[in-house]
């Protein structure tokens, strides 16, 4: 069985820095890319970045590029976001996928296969 889970979630004032983690256990499995995605209440889960695993390329949405980054410690099987500049509409439940993602939809919740139990992130202004 494969567990994602997910730590370093919290509340900060808008204008904080938090880092989540995310650690890959449980039985081998294949993944060439690990993402974050977020929801928040009354909305749908969106897209917030993603890491190819073998190269460390990474995309963002838009709405973090400049402040979030995306990292990998291939070794310890764990992926991290850096969230820098926080803003209230940054407030969700954080989760992280993994699984064999085509790059042209790295984007797309649907196309992974495992999944963390979420980290709450609250931003106050």
């Known amino acids: 069985q494969v567990q994602l889970v997910e730590s370093g979630g919290g509340l900060v004032q808008a204008g904080g820095s938090l880092r989540l983690s995310c650690a890959a256990s449980?039985?081998?499995?294949?993944?060439?890319?690990m993402g974050w995605f977020r929801q928040a209440p009354g909305k749908e889960r969106e897209f917030v970045a993603a890491?190819?695993?073998?190269?460390?390329?990474?995309v963002y949405a838009d709405s973090v590029k400049g402040r979030f980054t995306i990292s990998r410690h291939s070794a310890a099987n764990t992926v991290y976001l850096q969230m820098n500049s926080l803003k209230p509409e940054d407030t969700a439940v954080y989760y992280c996928?993994?699984?064999?993602?085509?790059?042209?939809?790295?984007?797309?919740?649907?196309?992974?296969?495992?999944w963390g139990q979420g980290t709450q992130v609250t931003v106050s202004s």
């Open positions: 996928a993994a699984g064999i993602i085509p790059i042209g939809a790295i984007g797309v919740g649907g196309r992974y296969d495992y």
């Open positions: 449980g039985r081998t499995f294949s993944k060439n890319a």
């Open positions: 890491i190819m695993w073998s190269t460390s390329n990474s």
